[in-house]
């Protein structure tokens, strides 16, 4: 296992479909769960405040790019995005579509 990176991501969600959002992530499918740790993603929770999302998640595996690859290319949690990306404004920032990375500047253990 590789060293545990932290992420905290930001999203706007359309107001007329925020309560989809919420629905679907209160009914996460068990496939999207599994996938979720086979992929090394730890400690995955979600945010809402408005229209404003915020997910914060530790990947603890020793290739992250490989590991999101292996999550794209999962047909079912295509399916997944197919419901959850339409939710999203394209982000204000940068080139996000649906989230913005943010930049950790502080961690106390």
Known sequence: MGKTVYFGQIGKLKRDMIE?????????????????????????????????????????????????????ADEENQRWWEHTHPCFEKYAYGDAEYYLDMKQIFYNE
Request: net charge negative; charged share 25%; aromatic share 16%.
């Open 20 to 72: 989809e959002y919420d629905t679907l992530h209160a009914n996460c499918w068990p496939h999207i769960r599994k996938l979720i740790q086979d992929c090394n993603l730890q400690n995955y929770s979600i945010f809402r405040h408005e229209d404003m999302v915020f997910s914060y998640f530790e990947y603890t595996g020793d290739d992250f790019d490989a590991d999101m690859a292996k999550m794209a």
